[in-house]
């Protein structure tokens, strides 16, 4: 019965491992109502859960958890005593403390980021936890500790990315590492930078075209400079009779 127990655990971790990145030491988030049932029925937590996850672990409750426990009364004193030796992790409520499943929850947030498994005997917890995907829960049933099987939420979820319609966060974070391995992530910030500077007008595009000097039509004044520069160096001279080259006669003064 052990060791179909391990078969079926070991099968769920695997799950979880693959789809939603848990990976070693697990973070086991523990609250009042696990640790009294573990005290009733004799299960010393530090030393059966690694045997039963099969894996270093680590546990950790919150503020608002053994505040709980402190309003209770005598009757949960117990169950105090073995919440205050585990690891306390920070929540939202340090100075306005909220019921434990309320807490618990809101450590969760909507996608599990920080990986928990949740030890509870809380109703409300586990109705909750059910609506989060890969977010495995534990209990105590039968004098042993018990590794529930995937909420439904969790198999839609796994669904929807092999189908495509999702990026699982384990993706995600290998896409990062890839980048950065090979330089993408710095190349896509200067790309993006290159574009910003594109947007501005071209300095260049502003400069007024030259015109080809044949295209332009010259001056009237200087066509009629040259014109007089022409007649000037044309003036014609008559030839005599014996050949000579003699200039016109200039007409007298009267």
């Known amino acids: 019965m052990k060791i179909k127990r391990q078969k079926k655990a070991k099968k769920t971790i695997n799950f979880y491992k693959y789809n939603f990145s848990l990976r070693e030491p697990f973070q086991i988030l523990i609250d009042g109502t696990f640790c009294q049932a573990a005290l009733k029925n004799q299960i010393q937590?530090?030393?059966?859960m690694p045997k039963y996850l099969m894996g270093e672990v680590q546990l950790c409750t919150t503020h608002c958890?053994?505040?709980?426990?402190?309003?209770?009364?005598k009757e949960l004193y117990g169950a105090k005593i073995i919440l205050q030796k585990f690891q306390v992790r920070n929540c939202l409520h340090f100075k306005n403390p909220v019921p434990a499943s309320e807490c618990l929850l809101s450590m969760l947030e909507e996608t599990n980021p920080h990986h928990y498994f949740v030890a509870t005997q809380d109703h409300a917890v586990t109705k909750g936890l059910k609506k989060i995907p890969g977010c495995p829960l534990l209990y105590i049933i039968l004098n042993t500790i018990v590794l529930d099987k995937p909420?439904?939420?969790?198999l839609d979820h796994v669904q929807a990315v092999q189908l495509g319609e999702l990026v699982?966060?384990?993706q995600q974070q290998s896409i990062r590492s890839l980048k950065q391995e090979q330089g993408i992530a710095q190349r896509d910030g200067q790309r993006r930078k290159r574009k910003r500077k594109q947007s501005n007008p071209n300095p260049l595009s502003c400069l007024k075209k030259k015109k080809k000097k044949g295209g332009l039509p010259t001056p009237p004044q200087k066509k009629t400079e040259e014109g007089e520069k022409r007649k000037r160096s044309r003036h014609k001279k008559q030839k005599t009779e014996g050949g000579d080259n003699t200039s016109a006669p200039a007409v007298p003064n009267t």
Do not use: F, H, N
């Not at 958890?65 to 009364?73: F, N």
């Open 151 to 154: 909420s439904q939420v969790s």
């Open 168 to 170: 699982s966060p384990a």
């Open 45 to 48: 937590i530090k030393e059966q």
């Open 65 to 73: 958890a053994l505040k709980e426990l402190e309003t209770l009364g």
